[in-house]
């Protein structure tokens, strides 16, 4: 499996999965058409598939021009989105598999975000739209807490550690920023938050990170730890992780 990165709009990221044994591509939410085009004939692949993980314009902006030029690509994408994203040919489910050239994968929904929100997974690689982000996690636009907490806790903590995330957006360092202010004490947020500022001086972009490294950094799979609780809630207070996650979540969003 071949990825490329195609930084899109303001600070999206669209991907270009290609299937190295048999050229077969598929792209994951894309924002504009002409660069995804560019990269799949350099890389002499043939685009197939779209897999979208949401609804939202920045993730799907690009589609319909590359249904113009391609009307039979297969798009896929969660179910009850099938209203909002009136060009999908095959509507999924928690759990249900996406395959194009040699290459299958499963789909993970995880609603918070928005409700159809899913992430893909392909082995040791997770495409997670707008659910996780380096550092950080998407705001609830339709979702509750309650529901973005068992996304990230119940879908893709259980996920092997070497899981290599691939994100929807650039926003890892301000991210490590908050997480930094959360946990002043961890050395894994202050190293990486040094490298990803080193990196975007170079402008190398900061996906994909790994779910390991994610664990370490990021305060939203972190509501069990003693460092988080201890920031937000006087000694000895007794809340569920949930509720520190909502807390969380809520502070992220004015900072």
């Known amino acids: 499996m071949k990825i490329i990165s195609i930084p899109c709009g303001f600070d999206n990221f669209t991907y270009v999965v ?9 792209v994951v939410d894309p924002n504009e058409a002409y660069p995804i085009w560019r990269e799949v004939e350099s890389a002499g692949a043939e ?6 993980t949401h609804h939202h314009q920045d993730h799907i902006g690009g589609l319909e021009d590359l249904l113009s ?6 798009v896929y994408g969660y179910g009850g989105d099938r209203n909002r994203i009136p060009e999908m040919t095959t509507l999924l489910a928690d759990g249900d598999t996406v395959c194009f050239g040699e290459i299958s994968g499963r789909v993970l ?20 739209g707008d659910t996780l982000f380096g550092a950080g996690c998407g705001r609830l636009f339709e979702g509750t807490a309650a529901e973005m907490y068992r996304s990230l806790t119940e879908k893709i903590s259980p996920l092997p550690d070497d899981t290599l995330v691939y994100f929807g957006h650039e926003y890892t360092e301000k991210n490590l920023t908050f997480a930094e202010l959360i946990e002043p004490g961890n050395q894994d947020i202050s190293s990486r938050l040094q490298t990803v500022r080193e990196n975007t001086a170079l402008h190398i972009h900061s996906t994909p990170s790994t779910l ?14 003693k460092s988080i609780r201890d920031a937000l809630l006087p000694s000895g207070s007794s809340v569920s992780d949930g509720e520190i996650f909502a807390m969380l ?7």
């Open 249 to 255: 979540r809520k502070r992220r969003d004015s900072f």
């Open 109 to 128: 929904h995880t609603p918070g975000h928005t409700a159809g929100s899913v992430c893909y997974y392909f082995g040791k690689v997770l495409f997670t």
């Open 69 to 74: 030029e391609q009307p039979d690509l297969v």
């Open 212 to 225: 390991m490294e994610e664990k370490k950094t990021n305060p939203f799979l972190r509501c069990r730890e």
């Open 18 to 26: 290609i299937c190295e044994q048999t050229g077969t591509a598929a």
């Open 47 to 52: 685009l197939a598939a779209v897999l979208c």
